[in-house]
């Protein structure tokens, strides 16, 4: 099992930054996968941000070298760091686990004002 609570959304103006954070249940080494997936209202949830149990990451495109995804181990958290913020980064925001199956937080809102 893995519990995964979310914290960091909010209301910020375009250009603004905003840190997510996700704190696990258990040692991020015993989950494969953690990441962050995004659900804008009238569309499809999307994977934002991943990082694996041996520290590689990847991007959805559109957030390539405005977001970063980092972790602490010790604090058993992974980070989502979200600079340049556009409105359509409005969503809500989903940590997500992977170990032998999907796990998922509650949701954070994020709100892009232009």
């Known amino acids: 099992q893995v519990q995964l609570v979310e914290s960091g959304g909010g209301l910020v103006q375009a250009g603004g930054s905003l840190r997510l954070s996700c704190a696990a249940s258990r040692s991020l080494f015993t989950i494969n996968v953690m990441g962050w997936y995004r659900q804008a209202p009238g569309k499809d949830r999307e994977l934002v941000a991943r990082i694996t149990s041996g520290g590689s990451t990847s991007y959805e495109d559109s957030v390539k070298g405005r977001f970063t995804i980092s972790r602490d181990s010790a604090k058993n958290t992974v980070y989502l760091q979200m600079n340049s913020l556009k409105p359509e980064d409005t969503a809500v925001y989903y940590c997500?686990?992977?170990?032998?199956?999907?796990?998922w937080g509650q949701g954070t809102q994020v709100t892009v004002s232009s």
């Open positions: 997500y686990a992977f170990r032998t199956r999907d796990y």
